[in-house]
């Protein structure tokens, strides 16, 4: 990626404005206003440099930073967004200790509120243990962080295949329209990668052809839909007969083939 905020893709969901933009070398920035209460939040903090910029090039003031989990490349910029005051820090409860100072502490299960908007949170440990993503029932949004990438999923330091595969199927159940902005730009070797395991899979050639198209643009494949990633992701995918197939393992447990599907990306 460029690395440039002076490139802001907008996507309008419902009452939300959500301008996505390079931060890092492959991060994404997020930043979201809720155009009938005017808050604006930022998904993670990956650069604060990045996301000042974007904010004064949007014209918007910064009011929450929505936190996935603690990685320095995911929290990196919170310091520095917060020195002027006013921000609210929103985090995991369960992994407070290793956050920056939160704000307000969320629990899975329990909603809270953007605005006017529900946001459901939910635990999704396999990348960190401590790992949560936000989910807006009402434009259908989805900010997934390292859990789910574009045809991929975070690589698992902290949690089991067992816990990944439990967090992608908790995450499977939302509906296909869901709008799925994800934490990084990896989605060209992503789709490499899914071709090993489906190489015949139509939806994904298309997807592939896509990413190509838009990357040699200078696009960003952020946001997906989750229609898409449970038509061509192979780790969502691990449910399916086509993907046990694929890795040798008709008939075994979804969390076994998504073991495999994790192993062999972590090979390549
Ligand atoms: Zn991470
Ligand atoms: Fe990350």
């Not at 910029?77 to 609210?88: D, F, I, K, P, S």
């Not at 939910?122 to 989910?135: K, L, S």
């Amino acid at each position: 990626m460029n690395g440039n905020a002076d490139i802001i893709k907008m996507t309008t969901c419902g009452p939300l404005e959500i301008a996505t933009f390079p931060c890092r070398t492959d991060n994404y920035g997020y930043l979201m206003r809720d155009t009938d209460s005017g808050l604006v939040a930022a998904v993670d903090a990956p650069e604060a440099a990045q996301i000042e910029a974007a904010l004064s090039q949007l014209g918007w003031t910064l009011t929450h930073i929505l936190l996935t989990h603690h990685h320095g490349d995911h929290i990196e910029g919170v310091e520095q967004l917060c020195a002027g005051g006013g921000v609210t820090v929103v985090g995991a409860k369960a992994d407070a200790v290793r956050l920056p100072k939160l704000h307000k502490q969320v629990v899975a299960g329990q909603p809270w509120r953007f605005g006017d908007h529900e946001v459901r949170i939910f635990d999704t440990p396999g990348h960190t243990v401590g790992h949560i993503v936000y989910y807006l029932p009402g434009p259908k949004v989805l900010f997934s962080g390292d859990t789910l990438f574009a045809m991929g999923c975070g690589r698992l330091f902290e949690g089991t295949a067992l816990q990944m595969w439990g967090s992608l199927a908790t995450l499977k159940e939302l509906p296909d329209e869901t709008t799925v902005f994800f934490g990084h730009e990896y989605t060209a070797a992503n789709g490499d990668f899914s071709l090993d395991i489906e190489p015949d899979n139509p939806d994904l050639l298309a997807r592939i052809a896509d990413t190509a198209k838009t990357l040699a643009e200078g696009g960003y494949t952020a946001p997906s839909t989750l229609g898409e990633e449970k038509r061509t992701n192979p780790f969502i995918r691990a449910d399916t007969a086509a993907v046990a197939r694929s890795v040798s393992l008709v008939g075994a447990d979804a969390a076994i083939v998504f073991a495999e599907v994790r192993r062999r990306k972590d090979r390549k």
